[in-house]
């Protein structure tokens, strides 16, 4: 059982990465509060950047937009989102999120479990047709 101190995590707690563009903030997650089942991220995507196409084979994923707008992707399908907005991918369903604006864009990504085996991402942005999906 978590103790008190990892009941409730700020921003400055977050484990923080810079990734390809993107800054995430772990809010939940298995370093920062011994999450099992769920990990929650925080991800600012600037103007023109993403996260290509890529999959989870073990984890479920719920993208949900906090600002901004971003090109989602799950497999061949896509729309624009803006806030409030959802897309749920399945686990080992490719996706991508793209930010075509001039401003920044922030996501909550929320994935489970938060405890697994295998990798936790897969890119597949340079194999067709996931290369020159976009055009």
């Given at each position: ?126 194999e067709e047709p996931w290369r020159s999906l976009r055009g």
């Amino acid at each position: 059982m978590s103790t008190p101190s990892h009941r409730f995590i700020t921003t400055a707690e977050a484990l923080k990465e810079e990734h390809k563009g993107r800054t995430n903030h772990w809010l939940c997650h298995a370093e920062v509060c011994g999450a099992k089942d769920i990990q929650i991220c925080r991800a600012t995507l600037p103007a023109g950047e993403g996260h290509g196409f890529h999959t989870h084979p073990e984890l479920e994923e719920v993208i949900y937009v906090l600002e901004g707008e971003v090109e989602q992707w799950v497999e061949r399908e896509h729309r624009v989102l803006k806030p409030g907005e959802v897309a749920h991918i399945p686990k080992g369903v490719v996706h991508a999120t793209f930010n075509p604006t001039a401003k920044d864009a922030v996501i909550l990504a929320v994935l489970s479990p938060a405890v697994f085996t295998g990798p936790f991402a897969v890119d597949v942005s340079d194999e067709e047709p996931w290369r020159s999906l976009r055009g």
